[in-house]
């Protein structure tokens, strides 16, 4: 089992910070990545970062890396089936506006790509998480498409590689109330043990 934490975007990314300025986006998501795979890897899960470098790396090489992997594992399983050996949880922060000001939009969520597959199951094992975790936060949620509590859209990194994946979307930079909660280091940590209880949720009801 591999598990892949990949952070969103890059240190040249134009906008993607909180209106004050005191959020990076990139330089957040970084450190929330290193926190997962550290615990995952202390706890004997083979967990690595996907983009190590602090550059903005194209969707498509992300993408190309993420394959690679899946194909040492199962060469082949085609995409979007749900490869049943690697997963990948790719981190970002949400924001309602363009980064210049403060807007109202708050809360957790969780993304898969279109279609039930195993990223589905995977999103599901995050949300129970969060709800144990994430107590007195918003967790927004879409039952109402499809029955589930994930938001489905065609992101390319999730319709694109062929292991379960799914993007989470950690509280909103441009809302006060969030940023306030995700600078302190109790949010953090509680995004953090989110994603790791999660997968650890997930890695187990695959033995039942």
């Given at each position: 089992?591999?598990?892949?934490?990949?952070?969103?975007?890059?240190?040249?990314?134009?906008?993607?910070?909180?209106?004050?300025?005191?959020?990076?986006?990139?330089?957040?998501?970084?450190?929330?990545?290193?926190?997962?795979?550290?615990?995952?890897?202390?706890?004997?899960?083979d967990s690595e970062l996907l983009v190590p470098e602090d550059d903005?790396?194209?969707?498509s090489e992300r993408v190309?890396?993420?394959?690679?992997?899946?194909?040492?594992?199962?060469?082949?399983c085609p995409a979007p089936t749900g490869h049943h050996d690697v997963i990948l949880i790719s981190l970002h922060i949400n924001a309602a506006g363009d980064g210049t000001k403060w807007m109202n939009a708050?809360?957790?969520?969780?993304y898969t790509c279109k279609g039930q597959t195993e990223s589905d199951r995977l999103a599901d094992c995050l949300y129970k998480a969060a709800e144990q975790i994430l107590k007195n936060q918003v967790i927004r949620t879409d039952y109402a498409r499809d029955g589930d509590p994930d938001w489905e859209e065609n992101f390319y990194i999730l319709r694109k590689t062929p292991c379960a994946a799914v993007l989470s979307e950690n509280y909103f930079m441009d809302n006060k109330s969030d940023?306030?909660?995700?600078?302190?280091?109790?949010?953090?940590?509680?995004?953090?043990?989110?994603h790791v209880e999660g997968i650890e949720e997930w890695i187990e009801?695959?033995?039942r």
């Amino acid at each position: 089992m591999k598990i892949l934490i990949n952070n969103g975007h890059g240190i040249q990314t134009k906008g993607k910070r909180s209106p004050d300025g005191t959020l990076l986006e990139y330089a957040y998501t970084r450190e929330l990545a290193r926190q997962i795979v550290k615990i995952l890897q202390y706890r004997g899960y083979d967990s690595e970062l996907l983009v190590p470098e602090d550059d903005d790396i194209p969707l498509s090489e992300r993408v190309r890396r993420i394959n690679e992997i899946c194909l040492t594992y199962e060469p082949s399983c085609p995409a979007p089936t749900g490869h049943h050996d690697v997963i990948l949880i790719s981190l970002h922060i949400n924001a309602a506006g363009d980064g210049t000001k403060w807007m109202n939009a708050t809360g957790w969520s969780c993304y898969t790509c279109k279609g039930q597959t195993e990223s589905d199951r995977l999103a599901d094992c995050l949300y129970k998480a969060a709800e144990q975790i994430l107590k007195n936060q918003v967790i927004r949620t879409d039952y109402a498409r499809d029955g589930d509590p994930d938001w489905e859209e065609n992101f390319y990194i999730l319709r694109k590689t062929p292991c379960a994946a799914v993007l989470s979307e950690n509280y909103f930079m441009d809302n006060k109330s969030d940023l306030k909660y995700l600078q302190n280091q109790t949010g953090k940590q509680a995004i953090i043990d989110t994603h790791v209880e999660g997968i650890e949720e997930w890695i187990e009801s695959k033995k039942r």
